[in-house]
């Protein structure tokens, strides 16, 4: 569509351009044309035909006497206003140009010859063709933007309807996966009741709590945009929400020989999906207990900058590669390279927290300093 407007500026622009020197073009061949039955007929009338009959002529004597010539179709009321226009463009450095309608060319010599061609007709008709020219470039500009819409949308079509029906996919297969789950749960659990506990049935309960979860992941994934409206919306206080949060994660803390502690201040209220937000602040939290190292303190931080709340969750790593993280908020991905299974996360939480930000339009991000210290970074 730029390229277009770019094309029909130029074409206006060009054919306006065109037309004005076409205009003048034409007046300065006149000029030239009349010069000489101007100079034989300087003391008789100016002949009468259509295009002598717009033109005036002003003869300058060195004496200082003015002789005027004028067509039958000149618009100048008096000879002493046309005289005073004719000083006026004796005295500019250019012999030829425009003053109001009319085109003069000056002659300099013993005798200054002043020409005035009445240009009002021509000068109306360019007028009007760009005025018009330009009337039809806004409606047609307006016509294709209606066009680019229709196209647009006839476009993202199927792909709309191809992300919908994957997320219908997700959410039925989902469903379905469920059943079987929890069937080879129960089987489990009773052979580990008759037969007591084993390394292969421990393995079993904990890659079905793994995929179990990963399941229910990818549930909330799709239907992440289909909870969230401005219905389900309410004023939150934050810092209570994510006070009450630490809290319940704090035995998790401790039984890892992990500690968390916090620094929350008070934030302005926030308007957003309470259930989200739990969802959002519980992933933050698990995914720091999960990644921090051994020993190590979580650190959460709740202030106000601008206007705006700001969430940091900072916690120390192993080993990461300095700088931002865009990477972590994608599906299924996991900091290391083998998705191995050491950690029980599903490479599903952050991304599940950047839809929830998305859809509640606020930013997350995720950086790593020199010293591994890793903070996830949310702006309400």
């Known amino acids: 569509m ?44 100016i002949p009468k035909d259509k295009e002598m009959s717009r033109l005036t002529v002003l003869f300058f004597e060195e004496d200082k006497n003015v002789d005027v010539y004028k067509g039958r179709d000149a618009s ?33 010599g013993n005798t200054t010859v002043v020409m005035l061609l009445d240009c009002s007709i021509e000068l109306h008709s360019y007028k009007t063709f ?15 933007f209606f066009i680019a819409i229709f196209m647009a949308r006839s476009a993202i079509r199927p792909v709309v309807e191809s ?19 929890t069937v080879i749960s129960t089987d489990n659990d009773i052979i580990e009741m008759e037969n007591g506990k084993t390394e292969w049935t421990q393995s079993i309960s904990t890659q079905v709590k793994r995929l179990y979860r990963m399941t229910q992941q990818l549930i909330d994934l799709a239907k992440i945009d289909e909870r969230v409206s401005e219905n389900t919306k309410t004023d939150i206080n934050l810092s209570a929400m994510l006070e009450e949060a630490v809290m319940s994660f704090e035995p998790l803390f401790k039984k890892t020989g992990k500690k ?13 999906d309470i259930g989200q937000m739990e969802k959002l602040i519980s992933i933050l939290l698990d995914n720091a207990l999960k990644y921090s190292k051994e020993g190590s303190t979580v650190k959460v931080f709740l202030y ?37 299974t050491k950690t029980s996360g599903t490479g599903l939480g952050l991304a599940i927290a950047s839809e929830i930000l998305q859809t509640e339009k606020s930013k997350i991000t995720a950086e790593c300093s020199k010293d591994n210290l890793f903070t996830i970074t949310v702006k309400f």
């Open 76 to 108: 100048f009321s008096s000879d002493e206003e046309l005289i005073e226009t004719a000083n006026g463009i004796i005295n500019k450095s250019k012999t030829t140009g425009f003053t109001g309608d009319f085109r003069y060319n000056v002659i300099k």
């Open 304 to 340: 106000e900058k601008n206007r705006k709340a700001y969430l940091e969750i900072q916690n120390s790593v192993d080993k990461m590669k300095e700088g931002p993280h865009p990477e972590l908020f994608e599906r299924f991905y996991r900091g290391d390279e083998s998705h191995s």
């Open 2 to 45: 730029v390229i277009v407007t770019v094309l029909l500026t130029a074409m206006l622009l060009t054919i306006s351009l065109f037309s004005y020197r076409g205009l003048i073009n034409r007046s300065d061949r006149f000029f030239q044309n009349s010069i000489q039955e101007i100079e034989k007929d300087k003391m008789g009338n």
């Open 260 to 272: 968390i502690e916090t620094k929350i201040t008070s934030t302005p209220s926030l308007k957003a």
């Open 163 to 181: 992300y919908k029906k994957q997320k219908q996919f997700i959410t039925n297969a989902g469903h379905e996966l469920k059943t079987p789950l």
């Open 130 to 144: 760009l005025v018009i020219g330009i009337i039809v470039f806004i409606l047609a500009e307006i016509l294709m």
